[in-house]
Nanobody, 120 residues
Framework: QVQLVESGGGLVQPGGSLRLSCVAS????????MGWYRQPPGKQRELVAR???????YYADSVKGRFTISRDNAKNTVYLQMNSLKPEDTAVYYC??????????????WGQGTQVTVSS
């Protein structure tokens, strides 16, 4: 079994910053591809950022230049640094992971989500 736990969300004013963390636990050999998704109120879930084992990154156009995804393989953790936050960034943010277990590759794991609210 794989568990993902997000933290770091909260209320912040426009222009402010937050750093989200996602820690993976279980009988995990290593993390493979990790990603951050978000679901604004009344909208569908969307991909925000993704990082591969080799460190290659992808960002949605809406967050390029403002958000940075990174990983610490030794800690089984992925981060999302969010700067210059806007009200439209308000959403529940979810961590997603593909991992290597002792029995082989396992994908499609999700965390419980953490609320980010950007408001004056």
């Amino acid at each position: 079994q794989v568990q993902l736990v997000e933290s770091g969300g909260g209320l912040v004013q426009p222009g402010g910053s937050l750093r989200l963390s996602c820690v993976a636990s279980g009988s995990i050999l290593r993390l493979i591809t990790m990603g951050w998704y978000r679901q604004p109120p009344g909208k569908q879930r969307e991909l925000v950022a993704r990082i591969t084992s080799a460190g290659s990154t992808y960002y949605a156009d809406s967050v390029k230049g403002r958000f940075t995804i990174s990983r610490d393989n030794a800690k089984n953790t992925v981060y999302l640094q969010m700067n210059s936050l806007k009200p439209e960034d308000t959403a529940v943010y979810y961590c997603n992971a593909d991992v290597m277990l002792y029995g082989g590759r396992s994908g499609g794991h999700w965390g419980q989500g953490t609320q980010v609210t950007v408001s004056s």
